[in-house]
């Protein structure tokens, strides 16, 4: 199980001890009515007690949450190095000539991703998401990458398009954009590869 999982359990585990030991200082309380109406100050003693508890599970919470971020960024440069990574990333312009419905990426003859859109996906790309469809190691070189754009069209026809780029993968990390673009002149979608340093 890899570590950053690991912190998010201990977290939900200390969330709980929180929830629990404030439920275990009320609970006498509330068991004793009368007693406890005899006994308010050991119950005012308490209350800053669960408060100081209460506290410190917030600060441990807080803590753990940074600390999975740092080992999340730690854990991709770990994986990832910059000298052989490599990043695919899908955008739209408006998009009212081409209705994405999946892509498929292929990287040297080896398929690498394969993704299905939902609509809100779709939206979200179409209000200028960038999505991060894949991101891995590639030895310094050329390479090809060859995706296939599947969805719907001008008139609401099925459409199957793909772009292809070749590129020289250098010791620096490489980050590439799929782009899907409407052409007024032609009045068809457009699909192109950007590369990025």
């Given at each position: 199980m890899p570590l950053h999982r690991l912190l998010l359990a201990a977290l939900l585990a200390l969330a709980s001890f929180g929830t629990t030991a404030q439920q275990a200082a009320a609970s006498p309380a509330a068991a004793n009515a009368p007693a406890a109406v005899a006994s308010a100050p050991s119950t005012a003693a308490r209350a800053p007690l669960a408060a100081t508890l209460d506290g410190r599970v917030q600060d441990v919470k807080s803590d753990v949450i940074k600390l999975n971020r740092d080992l999340l960024v730690l854990e991709e440069e770990l994986l990832f190095p910059a000298n052989t990574q490599v990043a695919l990333f899908v955008s739209m312009d408006v998009g009212k000539m081409f209705e994405l419905d999946s892509v498929q990426i292929r990287l040297d003859d080896k398929l690498v991703a394969n993704y299905l859109y939902t609509p809100l996906e779709v939206q979200a790309l179409h209000r200028g998401g960038v999505q991060r469809v894949w991101v891995g190691n590639l030895k310094a070189g050329e390479h090809e990458i060859v995706a296939f754009f599947t969805g719907k069209g001008p008139h609401d026809r099925d459409y199957k398009r793909?772009?292809?780029?070749?590129?020289?993968?250098?010791?620096?990390?490489?980050?590439?954009?799929?782009?899907?673009?409407?052409?007024?002149?032609?009045?068809q979608p457009e699909f192109d590869v950007k590369l990025w340093q």
């Open positions: 793909g772009a292809t780029v070749k590129f020289d993968k250098s010791t620096e990390a490489k980050y590439i954009e799929l782009r899907i673009r409407d052409s007024m002149g032609k009045l």
